[in-house]
């Protein structure tokens, strides 16, 4: 289905995007599909590197298109005087301006916070880089994919007698932009609760987010456990140390099933279900703090039964017994299945993969959902620089003859 357009609980909030590549964007993303108007700014010409990342037709890659959906894209050079006023221009008007340049960055373009508080008090800055803005790390260069690895992942996923491996997307980006977003909106929250009170609005927010730091976020107890237990976490495969079971069996046709099995009550409706009463019954294995120690014991009762059936079999087997249980989908698995089409978790949109031709393409739907202010996608990611005009003369009053004159000099 093509996503319904809505308002959305962020309609009327105006977020300046001067990010690049897949974290700040991802912030940006939210808060397009929740309502918000997004302006994001890119150079002139080439414009953010995302559009050529993993394109194999056309002049901008799908990827860009997901990530840029709802936003305007407008070019302004900033290394440029007029450029950079254009852009404190703009940012007078917004509540929000999203960056996840390197720490200094804006400030040597002279775009820094104060030059941003002048051009509007109450403006929250989201700062997005690999290690934050401030310790003795600030000034590295960082990506996600070593944020992953410096914020513990990497160490955590894979084999245990294989190099450590990464996840399949840049899962460190958008946990980043998931943080930034929500430090942005509980920003906005606090301002919104000032003015409420009728107490003088506090001067704008800033939420500084590392990537590294994103990653850390997520990893549960991993430092505690060491710390309290003196206990250092390995890689395990497909399968969750001291959750047991909890991993990925072998079907017929080579293909794979993950079962959780992990709840007590859980636990003994699956040994039933795969014939192993014994186990079941089992005292020795009554919670999981027992059966943490009898591990490949039960994971091979459990690929015993699973590789001798096929994968439609025993999901149906095991969901009808009540037992957590999926099959490993592939992006063609996931475009048939009709749970995702229900939720609305496919959209589709007419896309221009390249000059006159142009395709219906199914991209993914919102998250979460929202019963009475739901988000859409309200489009894909625009051509490069294609709301320029419509934002300096709309928003910023420009003519159209400053325009052109500041695009002939190569501002824009």
Known sequence: ?????????????????LGNFIAAPTAGRLFSEFGAEVIKVERPHTGDELRAWRRTEGQTSLLFRTMARGKKSVTVDLRTEEGRDLVLQIAATCDVVLENFRPGTLERLGLGPEQLRQARPELVLVRISGYGQTGPYRDRPGFASVAEAVGGLRNL????????????????????????????VMALLQRERARGTGVEAPGGETVDVALYEAVFGVLEDLVPEHDGYGLT???????????????????????WVVIGGNGDAIFRRLMQAVGREDLADDPDLADNAQRVHHRERI??????WTRRRGLDEVVERLEGCGVPVGPIYSAAEILRDPHYA?????????????????REVTFPGVVPKLAHSPGSTRGVGPDLGEHTDEVLTGLLGLTQAEVDRLRTEGVL
Not at 3 to 16: E, F, K, T, Y
Not at 299 to 304: K, M, Q
């Open 299 to 304: 994971d091979r009762a459990i690929a015993d």
């Open 157 to 184: 996923t894979g084999d245990p007698d294989r190099p450590p491996v990464r996840v399949g997307v840049s899962i460190g980006d958008t946990l980043a932009g998931l943080y930034g977003a929500l430090g942005a």
């Open 342 to 358: 229900e939720r609305e978790m496919l959209v589709r949109h007419r896309v221009e993969i390249d000059t006159g031709d142009v």
């Open 1 to 17: 289905m093509t996503s319904r357009p809505s308002a959305g609980p962020l309609h009327g909030i105006r977020v300046l995007e």
């Open 233 to 255: 976490r390995t890689r395990t495969g497909s399968s969750l140390p001291g959750i047991v079971p909890s991993s990925t069996y072998p079907c017929l046709d080579e293909d």
